[in-house]
């Protein structure tokens, strides 16, 4: 019997490490399928302009980011954002920002962004369309896209330092890529 228990035991471990192994691969190919989705996003500025997710990761990494003008965490990332952009768009770094306001406010949006002087591109979504796609569930939420289009880094929600953790993510992605 003794024998018997020994293969038991050696074929409960093949099926626990063949689930793990599956698992894992699974995860990649949900994780690599999500990120092609994304890049084929094209989304429309303030300014008029569309610009492709696809395109802007080609040029180097983008952080999207989703937000409102009622958010305060919001508009305080915001001002950490324009900063970390100014300090890495010569390196083909990208913000793209999603507002998610109503409709009723989003013509407040552009004014806001002007007084702010925010130079980094500017959506709205106040239908919930790009937001829902990216499965957004409460704000600010960001995203970082590294060249390939793959998702790199995710934060919810903003306290003040949350801002070097994108930075430390950036300087790996700028460092991997020299």
């Known amino acids: 019997m003794k024998p018997t228990f020994s293969l038991s035991k050696l074929f409960l471990r093949f099926l626990v490490y063949r689930f793990a192994a599956t698992l894992a691969m699974t995860t990649m190919l949900l994780s690599y399928s999500l990120s092609q989705e994304?890049?084929?996003?094209?989304?429309?500025?303030?300014?008029?302009?569309?610009?492709?997710?696809?395109?802007?990761?080609?040029?180097?990494?983008?952080?999207v980011n989703f937000w409102a003008l009622w958010c305060e965490p919001c508009k305080l990332e915001m001002k950490q954002l324009q900063s970390i952009y100014n300090q890495y768009k010569d390196k083909g770094f990208s913000i793209v920002a999603i507002n998610q306001d109503n409709q009723k406010s989003v013509?407040?949006?552009?004014?806001?962004?002007?007084?702010q002087e925010y130079s980094f591109y500017i959506s709205t979504d106040s239908d919930g369309e790009i937001a829902q796609q990216f499965n957004v569930q409460n704000i600010p939420f960001s995203l970082l896209f590294d060249t390939n289009g793959m998702i790199v880094y995710k934060a919810l929600g903003y306290k003040p330092g949350d801002e070097k953790k994108i930075e430390e993510e950036l300087e790996i992605l700028f460092s991997t890529k020299e």
């Open 38 to 63: 994304h890049q084929n996003l094209v989304i429309q500025t303030l300014n008029g302009n569309e610009v492709s997710l696809k395109e802007l990761t080609s040029k180097g990494p983008v952080l």
């Open 107 to 115: 013509s407040k949006v552009s004014s806001y962004i002007s007084s």
